[in-house]
C-alpha cells in the first residue's frame, strides 16, 4: 500500500493469475467492481476487515498481500535473536504491565487480555501469573516457542496464537488489549482501522494500553531497528482515544540496550478506559 501503488499491482497480478475479472472478485467481496478497479489503479485502498477474504480468494497470505512477502519466507526480524537461549527483552515484567495490573486489583472488570506482539512472553506470562486469561499474539515462530517454553516452567496457562497483528481479525471481546512496542510494525495507512479494531473489541469499563516509538529529530534511530517499523508522532495515541478516558498518557526517553549497543529511544504510552455500557 505505498505511494507506488505495488499494492494495486499486486491484487492485479494476483487477480489475473488466478484468473478472476474484476467483476468476480466484486461479487465475493461484496462491492462494485468501481471499488476493484479503483484499488488495482491506486485512487483508494479496501477496508481492513475486506483484506482477509481479498488474501484467501487470491491464495496468498494477508502479510503478502500487503507487502509481498510470505510468513515463510520472512516472519519477523526478530527470529534470529528468538532462536538463541538467552530471553532478548528479558524476563521482568514491563513498567506498563504492572501497571495494568495495579490498577484492575480489585475493580469488577475481567481478566481477558490479548497481547499484540508478545516477543518471548515477558508480560503475557506476568499477566497469567496474575490470574489473566491470555492470548498472545505473536509473528515469529521462535517467539511463540519461548513463550510456549516459558509459560510450562512458570505453570501458567497462555494461548498462543502464531500470527501477524496486520490483517488478523479480532473476533472476541477482551477486557484489555495491550501492546508492549509492537504497533510501529502498522504502516500508516493501516493505524486508525487497526485502532478502532482493538476499541471495538474491547468490553464496556475495560482498558487499551500500549506503548509506541515516536520519532524525535535529536535521537539516532535505533541500531536493530528494522526497515518494516514505522514511526508515529507525538501526542498520536491520545488522538485514537480521544473518545475514551484516559488514565495514563505520557512521554519518554529511555535507554536501551536491545541490540547490545548502548542506545535511545522517545516513547509514548497510555491506558485508556472504554466507558459505557453494554447494548
Avoid at 481492513?48 to 519477523?76: C, E, F, Q, Y
Avoid at 515477558?122 to 519461548?146: H, Q, W
Avoid at 535529536?218 to 501526542?235: C, H, M, N, Q, V
Wanted: hydrophobic residues 35%; negative net charge.
Amino acid at each position: 500500500m505505498a505511494n507506488d501503488n505495488r499494492f494495486g499491482h499486486r491484487v492485479a497480478l494476483l487477480r489475473k493469475d488466478k484468473g478472476y475479472t474484476q467483476e468476480q472478485i466484486s461479487l465475493i467481496l461484496n462491492v462494485t467492481p468501481q471499488a476493484v478497479s479503483k484499488w488495482e489503479k491506486g485512487s483508494a485502498l479496501p477496508d481492513i476487515g475486506l483484506l482477509p477474504l481479498l488474501a484467501t480468494t487470491l491464495g496468498v497470505s494477508v502479510d503478502h498481500l500487503l507487502t509481498g512477502d510470505r510468513l515463510t519466507d520472512k516472519i519477523s526480524p526478530y527470529d534470529g535473536e528468538y532462536k538463541k537461549e538467552d530471553y532478548y527483552w528479558g524476563l521482568q515484567p514491563s513498567w506498563l504491565a504492572e501497571q495494568i495490573v495495579e490498577i484492575l486489583e480489585g475493580s469488577q472488570v475481567g481478566k481477558r487480555l490479548l497481547d499484540i506482539g508478545s516477543g518471548e512472553g515477558r508480560d503475557a506470562i506476568y499477566f497469567a501469573n496474575c490470574g489473566f486469561e491470555v492470548t498472545a499474539l505473536e509473528r515469529s515462530m521462535p517467539g511463540t516457542e519461548k513463550i510456549r517454553q516459558y509459560s510450562n516452567r512458570a505453570g501458567c496457562t497462555v494461548n498462543i496464537v502464531h500470527a501477524n497483528m496486520i490483517g488478523y481479525e479480532l473476533t472476541d471481546l477482551y477486557d484489555v488489549i495491550y501492546s508492549m512496542g509492537s504497533l510501529q510494525f502498522l504502516p500508516l495507512e493501516l493505524r486508525h482501522s487497526h485502532f478502532e479494531k482493538y476499541k471495538r473489541q474491547t468490553k464496556p469499563g475495560g482498558l487499551n494500553a500500549h506503548l509506541i516509538f515516536v520519532e524525535k529529530p535529536f535521537i539516532r534511530t535505533a541500531p536493530d531497528w528494522d526497515k518494516d517499523e514505522f514511526f508515529y508522532l507525538s501526542g498520536d495515541l491520545a488522538r485514537y482515544y480521544y473518545d475514551w478516558e484516559i488514565l495514563l498518557c505520557g512521554e519518554q526517553i529511555i535507554d536501551c540496550n536491545s541490540s547490545g549497543i548502548p542506545h535511545q529511544h522517545a516513547v509514548n504510552y497510555i491506558i485508556a478506559k472504554k466507558i459505557g455500557v453494554e447494548g
